[in-house]
């Protein structure tokens, strides 16, 4: 069983920064591929970043590449979401997603469980 829970969103201002986490309750996190996604009113939900089980395989989107830091630490069951030089297209609902599938996905079907998101809003 798995259940994610997300933390750490907010308001904050461009070139601000923010980190998120997102905790697993169950037994089992180092098992699952971990992921980041958001989605802003009225858009789909974008990829943001994910990571390897053992977190040494990173991918991002080339919107926040050079600017997130996805990191995990199993010991705590939990992944964050490390958010620097942020912008006002930032602003959406950040999820976290888990996949036991072993392979990383860049697209949201395979991801298993989801968190109920945070919300992140970024003025100018």
């Known amino acids: 069983q798995v259940d994610l829970l997300e933390s750490g969103g907010g308001s904050v201002q461009a070139g601000g920064s923010l980190r998120l986490a997102c905790k697993d309750s169950g037994f089992s996190f180092s098992s699952y591929v971990m992921g980041w996604f958001r989605q802003a009113p009225g858009k789909e939900r974008e990829f943001v970043a994910a990571l390897s089980r053992e977190g040494s395989i990173t991918y991002y989107g080339d919107s926040v590449k050079g600017r997130f830091v996805i990191s995990r630490d199993n010991a705590k069951s939990t992944v964050y979401l490390q958010m620097n030089e942020l912008k006002p297209e930032d602003t959406a609902v950040y999820y976290c997603?888990?996949?036991?599938?072993?392979?990383?996905?860049?697209?949201?079907?395979?991801?298993?469980?989801w968190g109920r998101g945070t919300q992140v809003t970024v003025s100018s």
């Open positions: 997603a888990a996949d036991r599938s072993y392979a990383i996905s860049l697209t949201e079907h395979p991801y298993d469980y």
